[in-house]
């Protein structure tokens, strides 16, 4: 997958709200196919304030403000379904504005993405689309990203539905496993995406901490007799997949849905597979994408374990249950919304803000191939880095699957930053207390 270049964000409102609640996204890409290219470790938890006209940061990223009337396709967007969407966020940007500022570890959070979610509260509902698109214009300035990284590109992710069991019965043999309750982290991932390589989640010992089982330990049985399995499926793909979204739902022998989320990793390096057949000579790269890499990979079991082995990286899950088992869980610990949440690289963009995307030649998901809209900053993930670099949520189920996976675009991101945002060009934004992703 193309991957921009990590900046320092603009802005006194750093690093407030990446993942805050068990963080999402295991395994680290987004974009069915471009996921499979992916490569590297994840930037996450960073917001840029708003900078004064033409001034560049110390990374060559700026922000030149607009006039909405300058904004491709803003008259026709469906604003309402963008203010629905943003208000799902407001709850824990307002509650992560009170923890912060309680905390002597982080820096406050930033009012004036606070006092945006606080009048969306109070407007009265239902609010439809004129209202919601004067809210957002009134509450934030168009701002177009200009920076020296490559060109913007937009992928897709969504939640696979997989069959499985609770119990190790007929074909589903292969586990999904729990957290193991040894695994720490020894850096925030977030710290890891700003500081480069650095100490990575490993096992917990007597005589301190050592490196977690690789993938292939793990799968040949280094967490057997452990208890630790969540959950049993068809085999070692399915479960590779699980991961690369970073959540999913289970539908068992008994006809009853549950839904697995994102819930911590093994501390390896993540090594796009993708790419490694690619290089072997084993896949062409104009034929990779999700369903060819799933096909190749389920028409032989011995070699695709050997394939899945050149990923040591792995990742843990957690059963969602109650209020959180309603939809889709994004790194803002939201329920995220089918084609307005997006994933991006939380070193240049926070969590909760709205960002306008454009692109052109999305026949897929509109017949005229124009994808002109205003979509909210929810998630984050390993592949995601770049000021314009997005991963659209599709949604559940097999439809969405499929959107997914030929969804990789070049797009144009226009970040709307909340009117009043102190700007200090020279801040070093504290780091979150705790994020993760897919992996």
Known sequence: MVQGRKTKAIGIEGRYLAARAGVHRAMAVGAAAALLLAAGPIAE?????????????????????????????????DHRAAFKAFLTSCERVVAAGRERAASDKLAPSPPALVAACVAATQLRAPVDGAAAKVFFEQHFTANSVVHDGPRGLLTGYYEPLVEGSRTPEGAFQTPIYKRPPDLVNLLDATQRGSVG???????????????FPSRAEIEQGALKDR???????????????????????????????????????????????????????????????????KRWLKADPERAKQVLWQNASYVFFRELKGAEAQGALGALGTRLTPGRSLAVDASHHMLGLPIYVSCESMTHVNKE???????????????????????????????????????????????????????????????????????
């Open 369 to 439: 191939g124009s994808f002109h809209r205003l979509m909210i900053a929810q998630d984050v993930g390993s592949a995601i880095k770049g000021p314009e670099r997005g991963d659209i949520y599709f949604g559940s189920g097999d439809a969405a699957g499929r959107l997914a996976g030929v969804t990789r675009h070049p797009a144009r991101f226009i970040v709307l930053l909340p009117n009043e945002a102190p700007a200090r060009a020279d801040a070093a934004p504290n780091q979150p207390a705790s994020a993760n992703t897919r992996q």
């Open 45 to 77: 938890a960073s917001s840029p304030g708003k900078a004064p006209s033409g001034a560049k940061t110390k990374s060559a990223v700026a922000y030149t403000p607009l006039a909405f009337a300058q904004v491709n396709g803003w008259e026709q967007d």
């Open 227 to 293: 208890h630790l399995e969540l959950l049993y499926v068809a085999d070692p793909v399915e479960v590779f997949f699980l991961q690369v979204q970073g959540s999913g739902r289970i539908k068992l022998t008994d006809g009853s849905i549950v839904r697995i989320h994102y819930d911590g990793k093994n501390g390896h390096p993540y090594t796009s597979i993708g790419r490694y057949l690619i290089e072997k000579g084993l896949l062409a790269a104009d034929k990779v994408s999700m369903g060819a890499l």
């Open 197 to 211: 390589t650095g100490p990575a989640p490993a096992r917990k010992t007597d005589k301190g901490s050592e490196a």
